[in-house]
């Protein structure tokens, strides 16, 4: 015995639906207890639709599934056959002679409209298909008529794919799963090069790549790669799924070995040959590659460089933007150049400012002695202050005051970035000291 | 050098070690970065050695952000004014010392528009970005801090000198400690801060650094006291050590004003 987990029940029809990606892109859920594949154009790839459900249900069986199988011209169809019929492969022009018999229940109506149906003598399809369409409507709502139409294909009907489908993929299935990390390296970088035959046609390169590594045992791995510009070269992909798998280690194992392995180009983007010069080599693309290589092992969030922003409050100044994308033709606005030259600021700068005590002679004064991380700085030579108050728009956290800046230098040379939060008696009667940065 | 015979080469190197003065005609201008202060040109046979690993360490935890500035103001001379710095940074020493600052950079002669920053989880991880960075021809200099001096240790410090060999780029290891771990580094300077001397209007002058160039695989050691002009983008020599000292002995409040 055990309690009802719906949550439970519910990813373990994902995982299925991961594993079922293994015959078709086209993967939808139909919560709780079903899934619908649309094997369109897939089916001759496992030797025909018969071959293909016979393939599915015994593997699924070997993992301990039971599982109701109907191939069919409609997604309505198919549902009620494999719930209410005879399991199977409908042919083409068999589907009315497939669903006319089922129980209404088969069409995927409520049940308290079943139960209505029945107490008026309505049982199989077949007694409402031959019914006048719009008291049906009238009676028991458009939703009636709707599902019947879909189950006859009088409707279309649309599957959501659970995950998106890829605009160009290549696969590979192993009849003895492999295991070793080079083998599947191996098998990505052949994969590569057949997807970039088909990238290149197109005149296409791949922004985002995914792997999908299905394993004997009915897990799949998914791994995406995100790429700064758009990307065909086989030898790099294998690169790049290099330092992934390097980074993931243990959480990509590999249990008994992989079966088949797909890559797909999730996103694309055009992307036209260059002309080399002559002048020599040009760096652009290997420094785009290593951004791409160090955002695959450490995030491409980790990438980054530093862009002004057009405001005074020193924290906001600048901020660390993703370098994947970033060309390195990225110019710094020319108006916010113009602020920061005037202007000498720290080399180092604490997220968090860290606060010091201060001495000074009198509360409104420049600091005198600074006591930062337990050692007591006697200060120099002082300069300052330099008044920024914080924007009436970035009061969020109601931290409005005023801050006062001094640039100080100890004996010993050092120099640091001092600033006192509020203006005495206006804003605060004790005003707190921070140390925000260090200069050189 | 490739087209020279090994056999000249060697002879040539015999004598930069006998006289390092010879160093600066001996060495093709190229492969070496000049700093444009005689003594220390001289002492490096020409300038710092570009292929090649040069460490950095703070004379004590309180200088760490003029070893940085030394090290950034010698990653931006080596991209000349157009090639692409890598900073690689441990999140433990961005939260430690904090993190590269954007317009304080461009003080140095580095403008962000040419920076990268990579914040790496461990400093482990720091070593490995740095030697796939030095391989990478695009950039001009890779900038690594580590915040545990044990793990940079010959191993880690000769990979990196042989990424750095195979593709001309420099590597700048910035210590948060002085070590004494040995390491394959072509030189290895330890930095404090020095005592400015004060501008025309008694402001915090020009960035004054006392560098002690503690190994050198060129020539020999030494010690200078060096300022950073951050209008002509170039160091320059400071006054003499004992001139600089006298602030020692200033009074508190003396506004700070001096000739010379």
Redesign the interface.
């Known amino acids: 015995m055990a309690e009802a987990d719906p949550e439970a029940d519910r990813r373990m029809l994902e995982n299925i639906a991961d594993w079922c990606d293994r015959y078709t892109p086209l993967v939808g859920l139909d919560p709780p207890d079903g899934l619908v594949l649309d094997v369109t154009g897939c089916a001759h790839l496992f030797g025909g639709e018969a071959a293909l459900c016979r393939d599915l249900v015994a593997r699924l069986a070997r993992q301990g599934f039971r599982a109701r199988l109907a191939v069919a011209d409609t997604v309505g169809a198919a549902w009620g056959v494999a719930r209410y019929g005879t399991p199977g492969v409908i042919a083409k022009d068999e589907t009315a002679a497939a669903v006319l018999p089922l129980p209404i229940a088969a069409l995927r109506v409520e049940p308290d409209i079943v139960t209505a149906l029945a107490t008026s003598g309505l049982k199989c399809v077949s007694d409402l298909a031959c019914r006048p369409r719009a008291p049906l409507a009238a009676r028991f709502g458009k939703g009636l008529v709707l599902r019947l139409d879909q189950a006859l294909g009088r409707a279309d009907e649309p599957i959501t794919p659970r995950l998106p489908v890829p605009d160009a993929m290549a696969e590979q299935r192993f009849h003895e799963p492999i295991a070793r990390e080079d083998d599947v390296l191996g098998t990505v970088e052949h994969l590569a090069r057949q997807l970039a035959i088909v990238l290149e046609r197109r005149g296409e390169g791949a922004r985002l790549i995914g792997l999908a590594l299905f394993r004997t045992d009915g897990k799949v791995h998914r791994l995406e790669i995100g790429t700064g510009a758009p990307l065909r070269d086989a030898a790099r992909v294998r690169k790049l799924f290099e330092e992934r798998l390097a980074v993931l280690g243990d959480a990509c194992d590999p249990g008994f070995g992989f079966d088949m392995i797909r890559l797909s180009a999730l996103v694309t983007e055009r992307s036209d040959p260059a002309q080399t010069g002559l002048a020599g080599p040009d760096h652009a693309e290997d420094l785009a590659h290593l951004i791409d290589r160090l955002g695959a092992r450490f995030g491409l969030r980790r990438v980054s460089r530093l862009v002004p922003q057009d405001t005074h409050i020193p924290e906001f100044a600048v901020i660390a933007v993703p370098a994947h994308g970033i060309c390195g033709a990225l110019a710094a606005p020319s108006l916010v150049d113009q602020d920061t030259l005037s202007v000498t600021r720290p080399l180092r700068l604490f997220e968090w400012p860290e606060q010091v005590e201060v001495m000074a002679q009198v509360p409104d004064g420049p600091p005198i002695r600074f006591r930062w991380r337990h050692v007591l700085h006697d200060v120099a030579v002082v300069e300052g202050p330099e008044r920024i108050a914080i924007e009436w728009w970035r009061d969020d956290r109601g931290n409005k005051l005023t801050r006062d800046y001094f640039r100080v230098e100890n004996r010993l040379g050092m120099r640091a970035w001092l600033y006192r939060e509020g203006l005495y008696g206006r804003e605060t009667p004790q005003p707190n000291w921070y140390l925000h940065g260090l200069f050189a | 050098m490739g087209h020279l015979s090994p056999r000249l080469n060697h002879l040539r190197q015999a004598l930069v070690g006998l006289d390092p003065t010879l160093g600066p005609g001996l060495h093709e201008p190229e492969r070496a970065l000049r700093l444009n202060v005689p003594g220390i040109d001289a002492a490096l046979s020409g300038g710092l050695a570009r292929g090649a690993v040069h460490e950095f360490a703070p004379a004590a935890p ?5 070893a ?3 090290a ?1 103001a010698l990653a931006a001379l080596a991209g000349r004014e157009q090639g ?1 710095t890598l900073w690689i940074a441990p999140d433990f020493a ?2 430690e ?12 002669g580095l ?3 040419r ?7 461990r400093s482990i ?1 720091a070593l ?2 740095m030697e ?2 030095l391989r ?4 001009a200099g890779v900038i690594a801090e580590l915040a545990e001096d044990s793990i940079a240790d010959l191993t880690a410090t000769r990979r990196l000198v042989l990424a750095a060999r195979e593709s001309g780029g420099m590597g700048f290891l910035l210590r948060h400690r002085a070590s004494g771990v040995p390491s394959a580094a072509a030189t290895r300077w330890t930095i ?5 001397r ?1 501008d025309r209007y ?3 002058g020009r ?4 560098l002690s160039l503690v190994k050198n695989r060129r020539g020999p050691t030494g010690r200078w006291t060096i300022t ?1 002009d951050q209008h002509e983008r170039t160091f320059q020599t400071a006054v003499s050590l004992a001139v600089a000292e006298t ?2 002995d ?1 009074p ?2 003396t506004p ?1 004003v001096r000739t010379g």
Do not use: K, N, Q
């Open positions: 309180i200088h760490l952000t003029s940085t500035g030394f950034i692409e961005v939260m010392s904090g993190g590269p600052y954007g317009p304080g950079l461009g003080l140095f403008p962000a528009a920076l990268l920053v990579l914040r790496v989880p991880d490995w970005a796939e960075a990478c021809r695009a950039l404090a801060a020095s005592p400015s004060p008694g402001g915090i960035a004054a650094f006392d950073w602030a020692f200033r508190d409040r700070s």
